[in-house]
């Protein structure tokens, strides 16, 4: 009997989590001269050009040249806002 409490434990929590799901969000695209907004999705060729520019950054300040490191890191943090690395760095 303490085995099947224990499993029926086991499964129902299983089955909370599962129904605890948070919604999607609707993805929005950027309007023109927004793309710092904190809602915005930037497209993939900002995403693209966003992990370019990270890409750099982490190069150049392996090469302790911190200035144009900081450079590249805030271009990427500007094309892709929603990027905690890229925001972060």
């Known amino acids: ?3 099947g409490w ?3 434990s086991v ?3 299983a089955i909370a ?3 605890a799901d ?3 969000l609707p993805v929005l695209l950027c309007a023109p001269g927004f793309s710092d907004a904190p809602t915005c999705n930037p497209s993939k060729k900002d995403l693209k050009l966003a992990k370019k520019a990270f890409e750099r950054g982490l190069k150049l300040q392996n090469a302790k040249r911190s200035g144009e ?3 590249q890191f805030e271009m990427a ?3 892709a806002p929603q990027a905690v690395d890229y ?3």
């Open 1 to 3: 009997m303490h085995w």
């Open 6 to 8: 224990s499993i029926l």
């Open 11 to 13: 499964v129902g929590l």
């Open 17 to 19: 989590g599962l129904c």
């Open 22 to 24: 948070q919604p999607v």
């Open 69 to 71: 490191a900081l450079e």
């Open 77 to 79: 943090a500007r094309l």
């Open 87 to 89: 925001v972060t760095a």
